[in-house]
């Protein structure tokens, strides 16, 4: 494993400080044995997610795009296990695990636990009425103000200002809380994030922007959007971090973000990390077979090789956390969607999966009339 | 010596400091309220609005923000996601343009995306309107857009009392609220005048009659109302008595003293700054001839700026704006009609 | 063997291939115009529309840009100004408020402040429009923030052939347009159908009629289009006969054609599927409340979204945006009045 | 005089071959003395036309704000001496003298020239007919397509994507032109500036962005709208070169934008070059007296010390291009508007300024009715 930070341009000041932490003494080596166990249930459960909603919508179950988060899993489950409670994120098209994993460690059977519960996702993705915003807005943008997950428009990078206002105001509350801020690589050309994070830099706010820079922007490579080395290197223009993190390992990702956290959270101010990731599919389930037009299928292979289960697995057994026989139970890792079986996955896994789904089936539709109402917050 | 009873104090006071007394009255009732803009605390805003707001409030609570719109109204967005309330300022509401995506698909929808779980009591505040030479950016009145983007309310003020008053209202509503201020307004002496001491609001969505009349009812808002007063004033020499509704808010829109009006005047001139498609006085004729076509006696006409920019020289800036002038010619056609 | 005489291929088209024929054809005819947008080029766009174009005219005519509407807005602009024609494409017409400054106040104003001396061909075009559960941010029908910027053409084609004669148009113009495609439409068979191989444009500023009526007039624009025909064959079964007119470009306007089927009508209803206030149905209505107010026999009656973004999920969606039983119900009342 | 570049964070890469060229062979230092004489009348210029337009207003002869480029003249003279015709450049609200300054190279009497005239840029400056615009928008947007001049608008940073466009374009064209774009240290905190600035990066384009740092942004110090050190260190975050100049000294803005420019003009990309100056007074002529409110009178005199002219004055006796006497001949340096007179300019500048004051005043305002004109082009 690399040593904390990796940068592109590794000369960059401010990374300094937290280049300090040595091998031994990074972040995930202090991960217990179930913290660890529990992480990678987490990545089955984010794998599971993502290849029973392509199942659900190739079987024409469900509406709207499905941006898949297959093979991009280490991301969300690194940067957001060792986030407090009262910290916020604001994950967007790619990011759907991150509703129900933010909040929910060892505690996926636990209705009182502070997380966004899978029955309410599940709602959202089907479009019923007891999804937390009653189906009013697509997929991912569904969020929680008392859970502290912002909500998304389409336009992209345009939560990164909100997700400043808000530590601005939990600052000012004496609030610690930090923000992470979930962007694809290619809507960091955006104008507002130069606006936001430039803002976030000059009141040294605690937002953590994190890139998935998964190579492509729909379409378009990383390099016909950004011009350095690292996308990470955009940090440099507003002198703060920018870590890069190997996004197809949880454990890399848990430190880089958990080093950028502490520094948001000690009041040193942003960062960027980029986790460096490739997208499995194309852009989203519409585009699967024009992607080959774009991105040759040995690219996509090559892209998949890392998988980010296998990855994990190989660090629980030299860990010694898993014995050779548990590591060989379940297997979903370079199974697509359409090979990988129940089986494949813990059963609590599948377990947990099925009761959301089961909620959301039988929730129903908001009535017609909704969608005139909530304009405006009525005043008596 | 004998206690003397405490007098109000009958100082007049010009929109600019009226609107000045509301931001600080608010800051002082609601500490969890935070203004911010360019240049607003340090100098006090480009206008002076803000003035004497960081000594008072800190620059925790007053904040003089990079030059990036967006980003002021996208912080605001999150501060107000958060329990803050809002004032953000636009130097000039021009430039509000450069944050317009915040505005009409992060800030408009949050109440509506959530069903009720968020909302956002953010005023973003400016500097408004024409006359003054400003040119296509300093003069624009756009508040069609934003009547155009659902959730938002949309406020022009043409006095003191209502600039107070409405700018309280506002602030208190907890729903997003474009607020124009009408900048030729705010050292205008002869529009000054005493305002309460005690709070006070000016609800949303309530016109007021500022002049009655019989024959002819004028619509408008803004600057336009005063060029409206002065047609009426004109008009009343010619024996045509003119009604002049000041409609204050737009988004709500108070129909109902429109229809009143007309169904005594029966005959009606909209007047605003803004280039004529599309703009909110052709929104209020559309009302109208749907809405009470039988009152009409005649059409409905509307006097707006020229569907151009807002050039900058002064005979072609009052060229292309409304003039007391042009709505005299246009109420004495729809009273002749 | 005898030479056969070329035959016009009788092959339909749908809407999507019409645009793609109209790009790749002034492509060819103007080497000095350039395409470029998000994803345009390797991918061929989100929808296809510009499937072909890199490989053959290359990626310095072709242009795969960044995530960054306002930059893709901008530099068109530059471009225009040193010479090109260009077509910029907004991946969702929607995402253009990300770009919104730089069409208003730079590009619209461009001729205008150089008394002329500048003119930028320039064509935003972009898939725009509801029905789809594209919920709030692909399914915007925002044509009305650009009818009330002056300066720009806007546009709406609803047939393929309107699609690809409009489009060439606008290309030619010399004007900036912003062009409203409707991602409905594009692959609709029911309305594919054969258009000339010759070139041909269709002239800005014309409406048609796209059905002769006697008793009422409907005038919309887009997937409205569609809505009042099925809404006036409805009619035809109750005994009103209704006149549809497609106004097909929206700034310039042809009134003309509207108040020639209404000096036979002497009723109206407006379509369309933006929000009510401040849209182009209600400035539809004021102009002939304004200019034709005695054709009227009825209030001019306008259907519209309700002022509401659009919801997701179909239920929702369906109740805030007209329906052919919502325009039918309308109809009926003014037809009755 | 500094070597060139210097910057902020000395040890960013791309720097490094255009910090190659030595002291002695400095740009500047090929400047013949015909050459250097002409910038040094330039200076004097350019601080003419502030200080009687400063004067006019004051008068009440002319209307709109009067945003002082006093004590920044180094920048624009500096930076646009080594331009050919055929480039471009995009002033603002600061720039007025930059009008008549390109292409005006010892042509200021040629009526031929390519550049604009000082007849046509007071004609502007007076909201006259003659202007280039029939003065439709106000003094500063002025602008010219067949003198490359773009015409801003009043949203800052805003001109810096047409600007890349306008070379993208030329570029196509087999041309090598190169754009200078002038911003304000504040308006680098604009969304705008950023797309615009990768545009140019990702396509390596010629655009030089020059930032005027003057410290403040109307009331606004630059550490508030800027988190890093220098503004330049803003072209680290799109890998392009940012370099620092001195403001106050011609000689280094001119070496150090050449260097910028020849860099663009060799294909390499866009950089920025940041010169460090000081705003002389108020933001505008409405603000001279508020501006004692946020910025101490002392401050103001700390930064107005080093005048252009007197730093170019003692460049020029250094390299014997003026002798004693004909140094004492014109001072102007350190004298405010208000000391200022005639006499301490050259009588060439003078008489210069004068020609194009008495033409605007001869020409007509424009007739009401074109208000509604050129809104768009009509085709016949
Ligand atoms: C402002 C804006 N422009 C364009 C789009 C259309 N769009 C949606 S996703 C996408 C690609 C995003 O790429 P990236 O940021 O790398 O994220 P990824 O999808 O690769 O996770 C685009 C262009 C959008 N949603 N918002
Ligand atoms: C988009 C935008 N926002 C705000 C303004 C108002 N404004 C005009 S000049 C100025 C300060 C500019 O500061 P800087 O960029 O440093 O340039 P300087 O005036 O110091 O030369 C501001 C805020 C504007 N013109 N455009
Ligand atoms: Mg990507
Ligand atoms: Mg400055």
């Known amino acids: 494993m690399s040593v904390i930070p990796t940068t592109g341009t590794a000369a960059f000041e401010p990374l300094a400080e937290i280049a300090e932490s040595t091998n031994d003494s990074r972040p995930s080596q202090l991960l217990t044995k179930e913290d660890c166990l529990e992480i990678f249930n987490q990545l089955y459960l984010a794998r599971y997610f993502d290849i029973r909603l392509i199942k659900e919508k190739k079987r024409g179950r469900l509406r709207g795009t499905l941006y898949s988060s297959h093979n991009q899993e280490a991301i969300l489950v690194g940067a957001l296990f060792g986030l407090k409670a009262t910290d916020w994120i604001s994950p967007i098209h790619r990011d759907m695990p991150a509703f129900f994993l933010k909040d929910s460690k060892f505690q996926w059977d636990d209705p009182t636990r502070s997380g966004m519960s899978i029955e309410e996702v599940c709602a959202q993705v089907w479009g019923k009425v007891d999804s937390p915003g009653r189906a009013r807005d697509n997929w991912s943008h569904i969020g929680s103000k008392s859970k502290r997950i912002i909500h998304s428009t389409s336009m992209l990078a345009g939560t990164i200002p909100v997700a400043a206002g808000v530590v601005y105001a939990d600052r000012m509350n004496g609030g610690d809380a930090v923000v992470l801020t979930f962007n694809g690589e290619g809507s960091t050309a955006q104008g507002i994030f130069h606006e936001a994070v430039n803002f976030a830099a000059v009141h040294k706010l605690p937002v953590v922007t994190i890139v998935e820079n998964n190579q492509w922007a729909y379409?378009?490579?990383?390099?016909?959007?950004?011009?350095?080395?690292?996308?990470?290197?955009?940090?440099?223009?507003?002198?703060?971090?920018?870590?890069?993190?190997?996004?197809?390992?949880?454990?890399?990702?848990?430190?880089?973000?958990?080093?950028?956290?502490?520094?948001?959270?000690?009041?040193?101010?942003?960062?960027?990390?980029?986790?460096?990731?490739?997208?499995?599919?194309?852009?989203?389930?519409?585009?699967?077979?024009?992607?080959?037009?774009?991105?040759?299928?040995?690219e996509i292979e090559k892209g998949r090789t890392r998988d980010p289960i296998a990855i994990c697995r190989e660090s629980l057994i030299e860990r010694g956390f898993l014995s050779g026989a548990e590591a060989e139970q379940y297997i979903a890792e370079r199974k697509s969607a359409s090979e990988a079986t129940n089986d494949d996955f813990p059963p609590v896994v599948v377990e947990y999966l099925n009761r959301g789904i089961e909620f959301a089936l039988n929730s129903p539709l908001p009535n017609a009339e909704e969608g005139a109402m909530w304009v405006f917050k009525e005043n008596a | 010596m004998a206690a003397i009873a405490a007098e109000p104090t009958l100082v007049k006071k010009n929109y600019l400091t009226a609107l000045r007394e509301a931001l600080i009255e608010e800051m002082r009732r609601n500490d969890q309220m935070i203004c911010q803009g360019e240049d607003i605390g340090m100098l006090g805003g480009a206008f002076g609005v803000t003035e004497g707001l960081l000594d008072e409030f800190g620059s925790t609570r007053v904040i003089d923000a990079p030059i990036a719109e967006a980003a002021i109204i996208g912080t605001a967005v999150g501060m107000a996601l958060n329990g803050k309330t809002v004032m953000a300022e636009m130097q000039f509401i021009d430039f509000i343009s450069c944050g317009f995506d915040q505005i009409v698909n992060m800030m408009a929808t949050y109440h509506y995306r959530t069903a009720g779980e968020v909302n956002l009591p953010v005023v973003v505040r400016g500097p408004a309107g024409g006359y003054g030479g400003g040119a296509l950016y300093h003069s624009q009145m756009n508040e069609a857009w934003f009547c155009h983007s659902p959730g938002l309310r949309v406020v022009v003020p043409s006095t003191p009392y209502d600039a107070k008053g409405l700018l309280k209202a506002a602030l208190r509503d907890g729903n997003p609220c474009i607020f124009f201020e009408i900048k030729e307004l705010y050292r205008k002496n002869e529009i000054a005048e005493v305002i309460p001491d005690e709070d006070y609001i000016v609800p949303l969505g309530q016109a007021v009659i500022r002049k009655e009349g019989t024959d002819i009812t004028f619509v408008s808002y803004g600057q336009s109302v005063y060029h409206c007063m002065s047609a009426a004033a004109e008009l009343e020499k010619l024996g045509v008595s003119a009604e002049v509704i000041d409609i204050r808010t737009l988004v709500p829109l108070d129909e109902e003293t429109i229809y009143k009006s007309l169904s005594k005047t029966n005959r009606v001139v909209v007047v605003n700054e803004a280039p004529m498609t599309c703009g909110f006085a052709g929104e209020i004729v559309a009302r109208i001839a749907n809405n009470a076509f039988n009152l009409l006696d005649a059409p409905p006409a509307r006097v707006t700026r020229l569907d151009t920019p807002v050039p900058w020289v002064k005979p072609l800036e009052l060229h292309v704006l409304p003039s007391v002038e042009k709505i005299v010619r246009v109420a004495l056609q729809t009273a002749k009609y």
């Open chain 1, 219 to 298: 379409g378009t490579p990383v390099h016909m959007g950004c011009p350095t080395p690292d996308v990470a290197d955009r940090a440099h223009g507003y002198g703060i971090p920018g870590l890069v993190a190997d996004g197809q390992d949880v454990f890399d990702v848990y430190d880089k973000v958990m080093a950028a956290v502490e520094h948001a959270r000690s009041g040193k101010g942003p960062s960027i990390v980029e986790c460096k990731t490739f997208r499995a599919y194309g852009h989203g389930d519409h585009d699967d077979d024009r992607a080959m037009k774009y991105r040759p299928s040995e």
